[in-house]
């Protein structure tokens, strides 16, 4: 296990690269330029990600080359920090490798029941390859829901899956396969920050309350799209909600359960401790509203932690949302939206 | 040495002689104006001018051309231009539509040229393809597409292996193929929208590409040859456009500039309107230096509607006099420090020459060393010539009071027994005057710092009390901390002390006590209320009542005394400085004679550039602080206003 004096340089490294980061000058650059290759231009000669696109032709680069190399550079720097900060058999470290197998995992259910599952193989990636717990061109390789299971045999995945297997003719259940890939997925990492040999426990509560902020924001999230779009009812609500607890206690949630419509629900939230990041905003989307707190948490973790396991995790939080920015500027500008559009979908 | 006597100035004139009398004080470059109030009881006969400026538009296409141009903005003499407004603007329509042309036609030829490139740059890569090009886009039922696939999506044709398409890869780096696919025709559009979602980037082989490989690669650095002669020659064209007409852009840009920067003056301008009024006329006040007004009156003899009147400049009480230092050659470049702090009001004394000698003594003691002392004049010296800058002046007098306390202290670049043999020479003497590390020098160095600073802070308030009754504020002179009380005071303690400790005479009796320092103190306690007294000639209660006075006084005597104690503790750092210096300097050697023979000289002129910069820059640093905070405050408020005269800029700015 690394002592006090290296695991302060590994920080201060992170923090060193967080200084790097997209200002929001660049932002403002970017919204205003008209072509993916401008964009793909200013990020290879103004930006950090110089090194990642310096082979790149911006005239011709294709749109998704240009997010699998902003993708995987978020990739190659998590994986230099963490080279210095996790022991070998660490397994807390692969809790950003295991998000991105359940979004393969998600798309090749949806690409299932799509009739189209050999269209996977485009969301695979050699870097993910290396470090996945299952071999990812084998899933890309899928016909069936069996086919499925059995390359997810061994893994956190399958016991949660295991069951969901569709009826003859008829679809998988995407959402509950979701439930319970999340579920699994998050009971995995919270599991592993405990487990994890040497992490101070304020480390420990710090680093649960990244993901347990996350799960709960998904649950308001859950409530809101609900009441919105579909007008469930409580009980039906309260089945898909995540089994993870934050801020908000079993009362506030039966609030926000039995709102009559969605804007009571905003005001509920309003009144809880995730109301501030409410306000700041215009709240056209909830996801925006969820990235934004995501985002505000994460800042002040980096700045002010003093456990390097936790300014990493918050590191890599800043670093997918600027990713993201990217990409919805770069998904902007491909649509002719305007660049003061373009600058409100941006979090941060 | 003093500041510069003002004039006040008013211009009164007919309105159609308004623009020439603007230029003319904007390019006289002495003209300080002020905003005339507007009485009301004037009701609506005088009115503020609020016109647009109606060559902003033309000065604002004229340096767009430069900057098309790459022309540096820069003035020229515009007397010989015949061009009027009219002709100007034709000239700078027709001039900025032919540079236009240019970058329109250049753009068209670069991006052919990179075509051009990104087809060679295929081609290297295809060279192991002996089939000729035409054959390959001849083909009828068959479509083919070169380009490049990242190495990643390389590795997934596999799994696409059922669809209809011909795949051969030529040559490959660690990120991409280079590559060709074929496909039947009726399926080309299902294939390149796999290969696109595989990221494959399409590079276009020219349709004027022959050939194999080589002939085309061959024709196509041909072409490039070509289309890079006719870039050049165009850029040629293009600047010998520019060379022969950037004399005239520039005597217009000056007399636009010109034009222009005047008629922003039209703000202090105010113009008497109405019925009853013939003849509109304007009016505008200002102050100039009372040594220009001749000249200035003689600039507006052309217009024979425009007056020019010179009062006293003190005569309006509406304007505050603005304050132009004067000062002689030595001194001026220390204007730049008394500007940091403050200008002096006009009635007030320029803290100037008091600035530049203690200044460059002070600094000359904390930074004594012959050597160091004339590289800092040649490094200040070389900054003014290269940078016109304004510190490397001042660098220049305070190198040579480091080199002359250099001589002091006996030290050419930290080497201390250099000038041993000259001190025998001239002086007999054995050894230098001033060893600062000697242990029984150190003391007599900190205690000539200290009483540096005692002659420093009394010259200070000497000056003060002589402000304050030339400025007829007899109160302070006398019972203000920084007047005579204090004088008294102060001077007392010092005497008392200095009788005491070297001399051991103790003359703290109550003779001397009740008259030199209790009686000064309760004078400086007493302050606001005799002042006042003396004044309005009749002693008065305290607004705030006896009670809070006292409190308040109290507390203000207790730190009158206390900043007499730190102001005057503060010049050890004086002395501070000489010991560092040489400390610093017995350092380098140290480490130089750890170096060994070899790396000595190195080390030691590192160690010399790096004690001159980090030593100088804080001594220079802490001397003003020692200017401002111990002897400015007791004497100069700064509170003046400075003499802003409207120039002309030829530089661009944000406003540009």
Excluded at chain 1, 231 to 246: S, V
Excluded at chain 2, 308 to 336: A, G, H, S, W
Excluded at chain 2, 491 to 508: D, E, K, R, W
Aim: hydrophobic share 45%.
């Amino acid at each position: 296990m690394l002592n006090g004096y290296s695991s302060n340089a590994i920080m201060t490294k992170a923090r060193a690269m967080y200084g790097k980061r997209l200002t929001a000058a660049d932002f403002q650059e970017l919204a205003r330029k008209r072509t993916v290759g401008e964009i793909a231009s200013y990020l290879k000669s103004q930006t950090y990600y110089a090194g990642e696109l310096r082979n790149i032709e911006e005239h011709m680069i294709h749109r998704g080359q240009l997010e699998l190399l902003l993708r995987r550079s978020l990739f190659d720097r998590y994986s230099r920090l963490c080279a210095y900060q996790y022991e070998k058999d660490d397994g807390f470290y692969k809790y950003l490798i295991m998000f991105q197998e359940k979004r393969l995992i998600m798309s090749a259910i949806r690409l299932l029941n799509s009739g189209s599952p050999q269209d996977l193989i485009l969301e695979v990636h050699n870097y993910l390859q290396q470090h996945a717990t299952f071999d990812l061109f084998a899933l890309a390789s899928v016909k069936s829901f069996d086919d499925l299971l059995e390359v997810l045999k061994g893994t956190v995945y399958y016991a949660g899956l295991k069951g969901l297997g569709p009826d003859e003719g008829s679809m998988i259940d995407y959402n509950a396969c979701e439930y319970a890939l999340n579920t699994a997925y998050y009971s995995r990492v919270l599991h592993l920050i405990e487990r994890h040999a040497g992490i101070p426990k304020k480390a420990q509560a710090q680093l649960r309350g990244i993901f347990l902020q996350r799960v709960e924001l998904m649950n308001l999230s859950i409530i809101y799209r609900l009441k919105r779009f579909y007008h469930t009812e409580a009980q039906q609500i309260k089945k898909q909600l995540l089994p993870f607890r934050y801020k908000l206690n079993d009362r506030q949630f039966e609030e926000l359960l039995n709102a009559r419509s969605e804007q009571e629900v905003l005001e509920l939230i309003g009144k809880t401790t995730y109301g501030k990041y409410l306000v700041q905003q215009d709240f056209k989307q909830i996801e925006a509203f969820m990235a934004n707190a995501q985002y505000q948490m994460t800042k002040k973790l980096i700045h002010f932690s003093e456990y390097s396991p936790v300014v990493i995790a918050a590191f890599m939080w800043q670093l997918q949302i600027e990713v993201e920015n990217i990409v919805s500027i770069i998904e902007g500008v491909r649509y002719n939206l305007s660049p003061s559009e373009i600058e409100a979908q941006l979090v941060g | 040495m003093s500041i510069e006597k003002m004039t006040l100035v008013n211009i009164v004139g007919q309105r159609r002689d308004l623009d020439a009398a603007l230029l003319q004080c904007a390019a006289s470059g002495i003209f300080h104006p002020e905003t005339i109030p507007v009485s009301p009881k004037l009701g609506d006969k005088f009115k503020k001018l609020s016109e647009d400026n109606p060559y902003a538009d033309m000065l604002k296409r004229v340096v767009d051309i430069l900057i098309m141009s790459g022309v540096k903005p820069a003035y020229r003499d515009y007397s010989s231009l015949s061009l009027d407004r009219e002709n100007m603007d034709d000239f700078i329509r027709d001039f900025t539509g032919r540079l236009n042309a240019y970058p329109q036609k250049i753009g068209a030829l670069s991006e052919e040229i990179a075509q051009q490139q990104q087809a060679l740059i295929q081609l290297e890569h295809v060279m192991s393809l002996d089939v000729d090009f035409d054959a390959i886009f001849a083909c009828q039922y068959l479509k083919v597409r070169f380009g490049r696939i990242p190495t990643e999506s390389y590795e997934k044709l596999s799994f696409y292996k059922e669809r209809p398409f011909i795949f051969q890869s030529f040559d490959h780096d660690a990120d991409y193929h280079w590559c060709v696919y074929f496909a039947p025709s009726e399926e080309i559009d299902m294939v390149d929208n796999m290969f696109s979602s595989l990221f494959f980037e399409r590079i276009r082989i020219p349709d004027y590409a022959h050939g194999t490989p080589s002939e085309a690669k061959a024709y196509i650095k041909q072409c490039l040859e070509d289309e890079n002669a006719k870039k050049e020659a165009l850029e040629k064209e293009r600047d010998k456009l520019i060379a022969e007409h950037s004399e005239l852009i520039l005597q217009i840009y000056s007399k636009l500039k010109c034009i222009s920067d005047s008629l922003k003056l039209k703000k202090y301008v105010l113009v008497m309107t109405g019925e009853d009024t013939v003849v509109e006329t304007f009016y505008m006040t200002g102050f100039i230096p009372q040594c220009e007004e001749a000249a200035f009156k003689e600039a507006f003899g052309a217009l024979d509607s425009v007056d020019i009147i010179y009062q006293p400049p003190e005569i309006d009480r509406r304007f505050k006099v603005p304050v132009k230092l004067k000062n002689n050659r030595f001194f001026r470049p220390y204007e730049q420090f008394v500007e940091m702090y403050g200008v002096p009001s006009y009635k007030g004394i320029d803290p100037t020459p008091f600035l530049a000698i203690t200044y460059t003594i002070l600094f000359g003691i904390m930074f004594g060393d012959l050597g160091q002392g004339i590289l800092i004049s040649i490094i200040g010296w070389i900054m003014f010539k290269w940078k016109k800058m304004n510190l490397g002046k001042i660098m220049m007098r305070i190198g040579v009071s480091s080199a002359v306390f250099g001589c002091l202290y006996g030290s050419v670049f930290g080497f201390e027994h250099v000038l041993d043999p000259v001190y025998k020479a001239l002086f007999g003497l054995d050894e230098k005057p001033i060893e600062p590390l000697q242990p029984d020098m150190i003391n007599i160095i900190l205690l000539s710092a200290i009483a540096l600073g005692v002659v420093l802070i009394l010259s200070s308030m000497i000056f003060n009390i002589i402000l304050n009754f030339k400025q007829k504020e007899y109160g302070k002179a006398l019972f203000g901390q920084n007047g005579i009380a204090g004088l008294v005071f102060y001077g007392s303690v010092i005497t008392a002390a200095v009788l005491m400790m070297m001399f051991n005479i103790n003359i703290l009796t109550p003779a001397f006590i009740l008259p030199c320092v209790v009686l000064p103190i309760l004078l400086i306690f007493l302050c606001e209320p005799l002042s006042r007294a003396i004044k309005k000639h009749k002693l008065e209660k305290p607004e705030d009542g006896i009670g809070s006075f006292i409190l308040e006084s109290f507390f203000e005597c207790f730190e009158v005394v206390l900043s007499f104690v730190s102001n005057t503790v503060s010049f050890l750092r004086v002395g501070g400085f000489v010991l560092s210096h040489a400390g610093m300097m017995l350092v380098v050697f140290t480490l130089a004679d750890m170096a060994g023979p070899v790396a000595y000289i190195p080390v030691v002129i590192i160690g010399n550039l790096f004690v001159m910069a980090l030593e100088g820059l804080i001594a220079g640093i802490q001397v003003l602080r020692l200017e401002f905070y111990e002897m400015f405050s007791r004497f100069f408020d700064g509170d003046g206003k400075e003499y802003e005269p409207v120039t002309i800029s030829y530089e661009l700015n944000e406003e540009n």
